[in-house]
């Protein structure tokens, strides 16, 4: 029984409505799984997701870039939860795999026969002292918001010259590409507009990107921008007001720490699971980079210690690459296995870690990178190189992928 603040004992609300299928999260991951189910025929659907906007996020970056307005990147949820599919507008708190239940910021209890978990991870701006406080203001931006990517333009265009710092934080995050493309933009526009700018790419990591066979290509693109690459350098403090930003050094043995002055700042934040899930000692992953995750076989997507439960995207502990494009091979694999269990079946769809970056390296230019767990190319177009820069993956960024995202992605299709 649990106990309230007073003291006093206190009884679980009763589970006021019960789901054969529910799914935590109507992001990328949690609507293209609802539509695939429903395109497989199933019912008794029921989606927990509290935003009335969908993001397509990949956009962000060329938010960021002044390529499009960030108005395009929202569309109503309510346009993409699939026919048939009920819709519960809250915000989970709790999963009691035990109970089969979900528990909502409202007081509600929902259950479930099976679950599958698609929320997403949780940004920690507060993870770096003084951020919070100036984002958006004193030069600092971050495309890895809705309000700011359109910030990180506006400080772009009206930069007049001096010292731009992009950052790279510890820990997994979606998107490991993110912080680097905004960089190039910034460069390109930089050089095209004639401003003389320090360009310096401050990551925790210790290469440019962390699949070998794309690291000469990108350090290519870092050297003819003139940009300093600062490795291991995990971005700690921020000073807005009087425009310093201050790193750990990570392989330093006494962990020093250097302050460098900014004209512009475009933080990548910290990113961790969500809280209900990292505090959850039934379902967090417990050791290695993935530790707070929802923990699940990294290639049958179902949770090793509850069957009726599976989990995609950046919620779950799978190491791949935290992408909307992980989970379009993640989605086909989850779903076939979800009925296999349902029908008691053995799950033999497996899930090989693909994931792809598209690498923006300028205005008109973009490296696609795309591998698997083990770090393989994984190259999906045929004939072509595509780790090298191409105007026609910009392309398939700015206009093919966007529809293909709204039209077949979020419509099961693809
Ligand atoms: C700047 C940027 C650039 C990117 N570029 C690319 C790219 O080029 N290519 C690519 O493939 N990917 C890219 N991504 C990553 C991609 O957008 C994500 O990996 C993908 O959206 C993850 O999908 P998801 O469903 O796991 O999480 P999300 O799409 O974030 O959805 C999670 C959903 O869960 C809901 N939710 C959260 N907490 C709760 C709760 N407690 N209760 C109920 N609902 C909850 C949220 O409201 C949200 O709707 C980029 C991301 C960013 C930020």
Redesign the pocket.
Known sequence: MATSTLGQPTVAPQISTKYPILI???????ITVAARLRNAGQTGIAI????ET?????L??LV?GGVVPASITARP?KDYIPRGVSWIK????AIEPRENAIV?ADGRRIGYDYLIV?????LDWDKIEGLPQTLGENGVSS??AYDL?PKTWEYIRSFKGGRAIFTYPLGPI??A??PQ?IMYLAADYFRRHNIKAEVIYATATPAIFSVKHYQEPLMKVVRRYGITTLFQHNLVAVDGPNKQATFEVLNDPEKKRVTLSFDFLHVTPPQSA?N?IKNNPLLAETEGTTKGYLRVNKHTLQSPDFPNIFA????SSTPNS??????RKQAPVLVENLLAQMSGKPLTAQYNGY????LVTGYGKLILAEFDYDGNPTPSIPFIDTSRERWSMYML?RWG?PWMYWNLMLRGKA
């Open positions: 935590l999260g109507g992001g990328t991951a949690g927990i997701e509290p935003s969908h993001y397509y996020q990949p962000w970056t960021g949820e809250g915000l989970a708190t909502l698609a929320c997403g991870l949780q495309n890895y990517a979606k998107c590409g993110a493309k969500p209900f995609i995207g950046d919620a935290k992408t909307g494009a992980a989970i994931a792809s970056c598209p960024k992928l």
